[in-house]
């Protein structure tokens, strides 16, 4: 079951500084949306906008026109789920109590878990294909294999939208591509964070670029990465290429002049 | 050998590994290519790379069944106390004890010669283990619930400074008879009001628009601990009394020498309540441990579950440390101890810490007792004293993971 996802003109004050202004956006049903940009341009607040963890200072998200906000906090969590970026926790559970946590939003404070959550912990698990990790201690999995128990965590929410910010960070390439695999066959609406502009384009329905905390450009990928918007954005100058295989977009980038200097695109 | 030769060689020197390898005398030089266990490689877009394994490998935590666990504990505990309540300096048999345990239980008559060993017995033992049971469990669930809170192992019940703030309030009874209108309630009552006033202070300077974060709770808790150490060694220093500086550093050490009767209901009824709660919060701990964020994203308000945890920690600290004195190490290690058995999850944790904790120190006050009788030691000294070699060897022989290292 998934739902469209829509933002309308989402602000978002941090100490008293506006971190993001009228943003607005639309995620299909079912589609995979990329956040990109530069860092410190507002992908994460914006996230943390949807999941959350920061209260809107203007503007909506709406879950099928439900405002996300004015749902409670466990009927919220029961039909979005997120993969925050920091996830660090010193205490040893083992990765089937993490996935477990997923069900915390389905359950009341004092019942036991059911046989329903059993079987959704189980199936995330199985899903993500870390069922034979389920006794180990999360902290002593690798980095590839905590992401695909933390994604299973999020799957066990059962929810309609999944939420993930940088979700291939420090993950060598084969892990990135199985994550966002993972992701991508996962079910929900997924929005989701990238800093690899490649990895976003070859598995984004539709990239979404933010910038000075405000979306510049939203659309498929092959309209959305074009040359001016890389210099003007991300101040880089790059050749766009169809990928041989898949045909999506790919950049190749141009070095930086060697003066080692600011190149002339910067805005 | 011809110039020609010679560079060639040289120019294997340049790759030995290239060499080497070529000659099958050592693993080619690309074996940090392959895969790290040694299971065959699959071409790209086949096969599980998932089935790699981790760098390190860990076997699982063994644990401990949650079951039996507790039945033991449950079936250990009063076995404890009414062992320390017949064993002592002063030598009341088994028989007598059970006799004196029966008569006060039944309001039974004993004779006029067993009225001494009846009053060791029921007006300073039994209390004494009760409370030693009560403050055992308080400590251990406050600890399990600070931890929590402020994310960090190294936490204890007293990182909050609601502990010293507490014997601020104790040693100015104790030194200078303050509140001495309120009699036998003065102690206690001194020790708790500044245990709330302190509790107060902390909450105060931690606060920011964000709530309670974790760091600023941990920082502003050590500083006033400080601060509040600093009053009551004024206090023992400034005071001329030698036998009350010592009774106030016993207070500082934790001592259960002063249970009574009176001292337990209100102890008891806030263990028990705290602990209560922090059961029926237990699964947005596990949240609260995961970090804010992800606390969030799963419908918990971090920032409510910690405000809530704060005054819940602090009030049952200041009733356990309003009738025992700080008494360290249950708080801080008896969770680590508890999580080595039933692993991290805080329900598990939560039903076991408080009974380990009420079983541990019942004994550890039996030895505070006895080890130098009829001088009585500190508790927190024989705490650390039996406690830390016990905890070193569990987290050796169980490979604990605690901040995945």
């Known amino acids: ?267 | 050998m011809s110039p020609i030769a010679r560079g060639a060689c040289g120019s294997h020197e340049h790759f030995p590994h290239t060499r080497r390898g070529l000659r099958g005398r050592d693993p080619p030089a690309a074996a940090h290519l392959a895969p790290r266990t040694g299971a065959p490689c699959y071409p790209y877009g086949r096969g599980p790379t998932t089935a790699r394994p981790s760098p390190w490998r860990h076997p699982p935590p063994r644990r401990v069944p949650l079951l039996p666990l507790l039945c033991a504990l449950t079936a250990a505990l009063p076995l404890s106390v009414l062992c320390c309540t017949a064993l002592g300096a002063s030598g009341v048999g088994w028989g007598d004890t059970l006799h004196y345990l029966w008569a006060g239980l039944t309001g039974g008559t004993i004779r006029q010669d067993e009225v001494a060993a009846y009053t060791i017995v029921w007006e300073l033992r039994l209390p004494r283990a009760l409370l030693a049971a009560v403050v055992g469990a308080g400590l251990a669930a406050v600890g399990v619930g600070v931890q929590a809170m402020v994310r960090n192992a190294l936490a204890d019940p007293f990182v909050l400074g609601i502990s010293s703030g507490a014997a601020v309030g104790a040693n100015a009874v104790l030194l200078f008879g303050a509140l001495g209108s309120l009699g036998v309630w003065a102690l206690s009552g001194a020790a708790f009001a500044s245990a709330l006033a302190a509790m107060t202070l902390v909450y105060a300077v931690a606060r920011t628009a964000h709530g309670l974060t974790p760091l600023r709770l941990v920082l502003t808790g050590s500083a006033m601990y400080y601060a509040f150490s600093a009053v009551t060694t004024l206090m023992v220093f400034s005071a001329d009394r030698g036998e009350a500086a010592r009774s106030a550093m016993m207070w500082l050490l934790g001592s259960l020498g002063g249970a009574t009767w009176s001292s337990l209901p209100i102890a008891a009824a806030a263990v028990l309540a705290g602990t209560g709660w922090l059961l029926w919060s237990a699964r947005g701990l596990n949240a609260l441990a995961m970090g804010d964020e992800t606390a969030a994203a799963l419908g918990v308000d971090a920032v409510r579950l910690r405000r809530g945890l704060f005054l819940v920690t602090a009030a049952v600290t200041g009733a356990v440390v309003a009738v025992s004195g700080a008494i360290g190490f249950v708080g801080h290690m008896v969770p680590h101890v508890t999580r080595m058995l039933v692993g991290a999850g805080h329900r598990r944790v939560l039903a076991v810490a408080p009974l380990l904790g009420a079983v541990l120190l019942v004994w550890v006050d039996l030895v505070s007792r006895l080890l130098l009788a009829p001088v009585e030691l500190p508790v927190g000294v024989i705490t650390a004293l039996i406690g830390v070699p016990g905890f070193v060897l569990l987290m050796r022989r169980r490979g604990y993971v605690f901040g995945g290292s």
């Open chain 1, 1 to 267: 079951m998934t739902v469209r996802v829509d933002i309308e003109g989402l602000a978002v004050d941090i100490a008293g500084t506006r971190l993001l202004e009228d943003v607005t956006l639309r995620a299909g049903s079912g589609r995979v949306v990329g956040l990109v940009g530069p860092n410190g341009s507002g992908k994460s607040t914006l996230l943390r906008c949807v999941y959350r963890a920061l209260r809107p200072a203007a503007g909506r998200v709406l879950l099928d026109g439900d405002d996300l906000h004015a749902l409670t906090a466990r009927e919220g969590a029961r039909r979005l789920a997120a993969l925050p970026q920091e996830s660090a926790s010193e205490f040893d559970f083992t990765a089937a109590e993490v996935v477990a946590m997923g069900r915390l939003p389905h359950q009341s404070a004092a019942g036991r878990a059911s046989a329903a959550d059993a079987a959704a912990c189980a199936a995330a698990l199985a899903q993500v294909r870390a069922a034979h990790l389920a006794e180990r201690g999360f902290l002593t999995l690798s980095g590839g294999e905590k992401q695909r128990v933390l994604i299973a965590r999020a799957l066990a929410q059962q929810p309609r939208v999944l939420v993930l910010d940088e979700p291939t960070n420090h993950l060598d390439i084969a892990q990135q591509l199985e994550v966002l695999a993972l992701v991508r066959g996962a079910g929900p609406t997924v929005l989701a964070a990238l800093h690899d502009l490649n990895l976003a384009a070859g598995h984004c329905d539709v990239l979404c670029v933010v910038a000075g905390g405000r979306v510049v450009a939203s659309g498929p990928p092959h309209d959305v990465l074009t040359d001016e918007l890389l210099a003007e954005v991300f101040g880089v100058r790059a050749h766009r290429v169809p990928h041989p295989a898949t045909g999506a977009p790919h950049l190749l980038f141009d070095r930086l002049p060697p003066t080692g200097g600011t190149p002339d695109a910067q805005p």
